[in-house]
């Protein structure tokens, strides 16, 4: 396993690569690895004749307010589980080698960034699409994979890679979740222990909509009210939002009759998760 730290290394190794023949996949990652992002470079194994991993903790996509300083960062343990597991290149630029001084240009998707949590982390969105358009031009991979758990993210980097015209396919893996349903973070590490026993809220107001979705409920005014009436037994959480929406658009959606995204965000204690399902419509 090669590890790279200068952009221009890394493109010309990639190039390299590519001309031996088969696949690259790109496995984007701010670090503090677990399971859930084991679960991409293993998917990009079996689909990629050579894999290459991103470790950086992207400033633009966190607020001012956010946690970019106390985010965790655990890169020789990170690296370890990648050489495992078998990658090629890890490529861990410093953030004056991403975005040099006097930096600014961005890249938006106007009318999707501002919905979920674009309405309440302005500018995420547009920091995960900017960082994501640099890792394609460096890497230049044939498949980048992502994270279900990451559902807008998915939805907006799809578009923006149709939209501009980038020569990348988007993978999608499943969400992987703790024994008791809580979908795996980098940021579970914040919770303490009965902060972890309440953030399970988030799992049951999901799994609360399956219950009625599979029971003939089709309303999402009433799916949501069912969903959010789950959080009134943790008062400690409190709840950024429930919404139903077009997995492609992203737009509220009043009845579920197609392929539904179910998202929720919340604040348990300091730490802000997220996570969803996708009902079949």
């Known amino acids: 396993m090669e590890t790279i730290v200068a952009l221009e290394a890394m493109r010309s190794a990639c190039r390299?690569?590519?001309?031996?023949?088969?696949?690259?996949?790109?496995?984007?990652?701010?670090?503090?690895?677990?399971?859930?992002?084991?679960?991409?470079?293993?998917?990009?194994?079996?689909?990629?004749?050579?894999?290459?991993?991103?470790?950086?903790?992207?400033?633009?996509?966190?607020?001012?307010?956010?946690?970019?300083?106390?985010?965790?960062?655990?890169?020789?343990?990170?690296?370890?589980?990648?050489?495992?597991?078998?990658?090629?290149?890890?490529?861990?630029?410093?953030?004056?080698?991403?975005?040099?001084?006097?930096?600014?240009?961005?890249?938006?998707?106007?009318?999707?960034s501002e919905k979920l949590c674009g309405r309440s982390r302005p500018g995420h969105f547009r920091g995960v699409?900017?960082?994501?358009?640099?890792?394609?031009?460096?890497?230049?991979?044939?498949?980048?994979?992502?994270?279900?758990?990451?559902?807008?993210?998915?939805?907006?980097?799809?578009?923006?890679?149709?939209?501009?015209?980038?020569?990348?396919?988007?993978?999608?893996?499943?969400?992987v979740r703790e024994a008791d349903g809580l979908a795996m973070s980098s940021r579970n590490a914040y919770l303490t222990p009965q902060q972890r026993r309440s953030a399970l809220v988030l799992y049951r107001s999901l799994s609360r909509v399956r219950e009625l979705f599979d029971g003939g409920e089709r309303q999402a005014a009433r799916l949501m009210a069912a969903a959010t009436a789950e959080f009134s037994a943790e008062p400690s959480v409190r709840l950024d939002y429930f919404e139903i929406v077009d997995p492609e658009t992203l737009d509220p959606l009043l009845q579920v009759n197609q392929p539904a995204l179910v998202a929720v965000a919340a604040f348990v204690g300091n730490t802000r998760l997220i996570d969803n399902l996708v009902l079949p419509g």
Request: glycine letters at 8%; charged letters at 20%; a neutral charge.
């Open 16 to 112: 390299a690569r590519r001309k031996t023949g088969g696949r690259l996949g790109l496995v984007p990652t701010m670090g503090a690895l677990h399971e859930g992002h084991l679960s991409l470079v293993r998917a990009a194994r079996a689909q990629c004749e050579a894999v290459a991993v991103s470790i950086f903790v992207n400033p633009t996509q966190f607020g001012p307010n956010e946690d970019f300083g106390t985010y965790p960062r655990s890169f020789e343990r990170d690296c370890g589980f990648l050489e495992k597991a078998g990658v090629d290149y890890v490529f861990a630029p410093s953030v004056a080698e991403m975005y040099p001084p006097g930096t600014i240009s961005y890249v938006i998707v106007e009318g999707m």
């Open 129 to 175: 699409t900017t960082v994501v358009a640099k890792l394609f031009n460096i890497v230049e991979p044939d498949v980048a994979f992502f994270g279900q758990k990451d559902a807008a993210q998915v939805a907006i980097l799809r578009r923006m890679v149709r939209d501009l015209n980038f020569a990348v396919e988007i993978a999608v893996c499943p969400i």
